[in-house]
């Protein structure tokens, strides 16, 4: 496996269910990122990890739990999820330093929708 | 703050014909810009990216986009489009953070190529 894998591709839940995302870089990044991308709208930033921990929660409601083990690993825990939390969620990962910003590399996203 | 705009929301344009995508943006700090595609049912892929430097950056597939600082723009262009060019492309301007980036991007605009 080369670059950053999502998985699962397709994910269908009720309101009740949970489930989790999973996100691997093969990239020896040291940051991760979670955006959500939903129709006619900007790709929304929702979390960000650097080194495993969390460097930013951009006002996501908590029934988004992001969980990073080591640096190599995003998870997105969803619990009692909302129809409008329908969208597609793309991780990202990056290589980062105090001095100079690089490209993020995305995954091909997972494509939720909440029935 | 930053933010980005793109002006267009849909570009179909003929194959084989040059193509403009328009991006302008507005930011604070020093600035980081990005074009980034989507195909469908995958991940962002990075087209180009202006750091510092040359103002003409050349990216992937025969992109090209310049950054004008006076204008507060960074449009990317093509010469010849190809119908395999059809895909979402966002612009993304960044501010680069004490170990990771903020990456905002714009609403996306769809080239469609014409055979």
């Known amino acids: 496996e080369t670059g950053v894998t999502q998985t699962p591709r397709h994910l269908v839940m009720g309101m009740t269910n949970k489930k989790s995302l999973k996100c691997e870089q093969h990239?020896?990044?040291?940051?991760m990122y979670w955006y959500k991308q939903s129709a006619k709208k900007p790709l929304e930033l929702m979390f960000v990890?650097?080194?495993?921990?969390?460097?930013e929660n951009n006002s996501v409601p908590s029934r988004f739990s992001p969980e990073c083990p080591n640096s190599s690993h995003l998870f997105l825990h969803l619990h009692t999820l909302q129809p409008e939390d329908s969208a597609l969620y793309l991780c990202?990962?990056?290589?980062?330093?105090?001095?100079?910003?690089?490209?993020?590399?995305f995954g091909p996203g997972t494509r939720l929708t909440v029935l | 703050a930053q933010s980005v705009t793109q002006l267009d929301s849909q570009v179909p344009v003929f194959e084989e014909a040059p193509v403009e995508l328009r991006c302008n943006y507005s930011?604070?700090?020093?600035?980081?810009l990005f074009w980034y595609v989507q195909y469908p049912n995958q991940g962002l892929q990075l087209l180009l990216k202006?750091?510092?430097?040359?103002?003409l950056v050349k990216g992937i597939n025969g992109f090209e986009a310049e950054f004008n600082k006076s204008q507060t723009s960074f449009h990317l262009r093509k010469p010849s489009v190809h119908i395999s060019d059809t895909a979402e492309y966002f612009c993304?301007?960044?501010?680069?953070?004490?170990?990771?980036?903020?990456?905002?991007f714009g609403i996306g605009t769809k080239l469609q190529v014409i055979p």
């Open positions: 990202a990962s990056s290589q980062e330093t105090a001095s100079r910003t690089d490209t993020q590399y």
């Open positions: 990239l020896g990044h040291n940051a």
């Open positions: 990890y650097n080194f495993k921990e969390q460097t």
């Open positions: 930011s604070s700090v020093s600035v980081y």
């Open positions: 202006y750091l510092s430097g040359s103002t």
């Open positions: 993304a301007v960044s501010d680069h953070k004490l170990g990771y980036q903020k990456v905002t």
